[in-house]
Structure formats: C-alpha cells, structure tokens
C-alpha cells in the first residue's frame, strides 16, 4: 500500500469538500443561464468535441486505473485517478466555456431555428426519448459525482484504503457512467448544434 499523502482533518477535508463541489455546481448551473454574443473566429463546438474526447479520455483511465488496482499496482493507480481528476477540472472549464458561448441545443431541431416542429419532433421519434433518458440520467449523475470523487480520493490520500475502497465501488461506476455517456451525449446532440 501507498504512504498517506496528506495528513489526516476530516471536518476540514469535509467544509473544503462541500464548499468546493457546492461552489462548483452553483458556477455551472448560474454560468448555464448565459450566453456571451461573442465571434471568437472559430466554432464553438470545438469545445463540445473536446468535452466528449476528455470524457472519453475519462473513461479509459477509469478503467485503467480499475485493473491497475486489481493488480496491486498502487502507484499506477493513484497515477492514473489523479490524472482523471485534472481531466475532470479541464472539462469543467471547457463545458462551461461552450455553454456560454454556444447556448442550448434543441434535439431534433434540423433546421437549427431554436424551435422543435412537429415535423422535426416526428423525424426522430422514439429517439427523442432515448436521447432524453440519456442526458438526465448523465446531468443527474454528474450534478452529484463529485463530493462523491473527492472524499473517495481523500480517504486514499491520506491512507485510509479500506474505507477509500467501500466508497470506491460506488464512485466509481457512477464516475464512469457519467464519463461513458458524455460521448453518447455529444453524439446525439452535435448534429444540432447551431
């Protein structure tokens, strides 16, 4: 097993913890309201490619990082769960980025004029529902994940393995759901994209 990194306060761990998930989700969900009428030069959508290939990213460490630790080789997980957590931090940037500069997409909306015809509604059909069930579940998830990810680190950081291991086999299929259906998300969404 690995050295604690850190030494021990969970009551300081825990206002630090909260405060910063609360502080992030209140950024995401205020900065969301907005949108910047802003030429940039380029497509905005570079941003949403590059949320769905820094998920995607995600998920490969995860996974990664899951047979690492089957493995017994610590070193290599710690590694490679630190690198998706700064991933993580990068993609925040870059969705809300895209957020502000693009505004909300309408699914189904082929003519891109920010209304959904009942001829548009009717092109997509059922899918419309499997896109919805999709991106609930991932915004549910994602909206939640992270306390989740940053006590689950904490308790590895500062060595307590047994207890980081119970909240790991929560975190971390949730954290790659989340991870997983951002792509799907993308995929369904980007044909829509104004």
């Known amino acids: 097993m690995l050295e604690a990194s850190f030494e021990k306060n969970d009551s300081k761990a825990r206002l630090l913890i909260l ?6 989700f209140a950024a995401v969900v205020l900065l969301g309201q907005f949108k910047l009428h802003v030429s940039l030069g380029f497509n905005v959508h570079i941003f949403a490619k590059l949320n769905a290939l820094i998920n995607g990213l995600v998920a490969i460490l995860l996974v990664a990082a899951l ?9 290599t997980h710690k590694t490679l769960m630190l690198f998706s957590l700064a991933l993580s931090i990068i993609f925040l940037v ?33 899918m419309r529902l499997v896109y919805f069930i999709i991106l609930i579940t991932h915004v549910f998830l994602a909206a939640i994940i992270l306390p989740f990810i940053l006590f689950t680190a904490y308790r590895a950081l500062i060595a307590e393995f047994p207890m980081h291991k119970k909240l790991a086999r929560y975190t971390w299929p949730l954290w790659f759901y989340v991870a997983v259906t951002g792509p799907v998300v993308y995929y369904f969404i980007s044909p829509y994209y104004r």
Request: no cysteine.
């Open 67 to 75: 047979i690492a630790v089957k493995n017994q080789k610590y070193e």
């Open 19 to 24: 405060t910063f998930s609360f502080v992030i």
């Open 94 to 126: 870059s969705y809300v980025t895209h957020r502000l500069l693009s505004g909300e997409a309408v699914f189904g909306d082929a003519n891109h004029d920010g209304i959904l015809s009942a001829d548009e509604k009717a092109a997509v059909g059922s």
